[in-house]
């Protein structure tokens, strides 16, 4: 079914920063098409912009290439929007920090292919699209990515600083295709991903809060807005100023 709204494709939308971005496309008026592994919460359903969500493991390469059939018969036209969402950071049963000198490896195979080859793989499968849309592609990183955390695994923060690498390189491919690509780099959001003990680097956020995932759908929003249109292969950081010490 074809609109006169834009159309964002959002992965990882059933929570968190995802579900608070469905909310701000909403509020928006855009037409949303989403997948997570997880299906939408009842009450999500009511959002009349939700059109479509697609229950898929991404990490699955057959739900992965389900997925995307799926999500083109769906948008029939152009799109506006990619926001790649959906991520995975393994934790230890201890809850000790999952380094290069432990863990498994098969794990950091499976981070990589849902941190950084999915995002790949599914901005190539939809650049047609994006490109009739002259639409944005946005990747969500991490501060992770750029110094060691004390939480974060180091599967997950050298897959997140290769998707800022990632970020990049596709800016300077898409953009002959009219196609923006950034990345939201959070810090510490309060979701479900967020290590319990995270209360302890209070004291390094100059904001002197934990940010809520609103806070990181209002960035995402702007860099696929036309409010960011000379805005391409930069990487925004949404973390307090946590970054800066």
């Not at 596709?170 to 290590?195: C, K, Q």
């Amino acid at each position: 079914m074809t609109s006169e709204h834009p159309v964002l494709l959002l992965t990882g939308a059933s929570r968190g920063i995802g579900h608070a971005t469905v909310q701000r496309f909403s509020e928006a008026g855009w037409r949303i098409i989403t997948c997570s592994r997880d299906a939408v919460p009842p009450e999500c359903k009511r959002d009349p912009n939700w059109s479509h969500h697609i229950t898929a493991d991404l990490g699955d390469p057959e739900d992965l290439d389900r997925f995307v059939v799926e999500a083109k018969d769906l948008i029939e036209g152009p799109l506006h929007a990619l926001v790649n969402n959906a991520g995975v950071s393994p934790k230890s049963p201890t809850r000790e920090r999952l380094g290069t000198l432990n863990g498994d490896v098969e794990d950091w195979h499976r981070v990589f292919h849902l941190n950084f080859f999915v995002p790949l793989i599914l901005s190539r499968a939809f650049a047609s699209e994006l490109a009739r849309g002259k639409g944005a592609i946005v990747n969500i990183t991490s501060i992770a990515g750029h110094q060691v955390h004390p939480f974060a695994g180091s599967a997950y923060a050298t897959s997140k600083a290769a998707l800022s690498a990632l970020t990049r390189e596709m800016a300077a491919d898409f953009a002959r295709l009219g196609v923006r690509v950034n990345a939201v780099a959070p810090g510490e959001i309060e979701t479900a991903m967020l290590s319990p003990e995270t209360a302890v680097l209070l004291p390094r956020i100059p904001l002197h809060r934990l940010g809520i995932p609103s806070d990181v759908a209002g960035t995402i929003f702007f860099l696929c807005s036309a409010d960011a249109a000379y805005v391409t292969g930069t990487e925004i950081s949404v973390n307090g100023g946590q970054h800066i010490y």
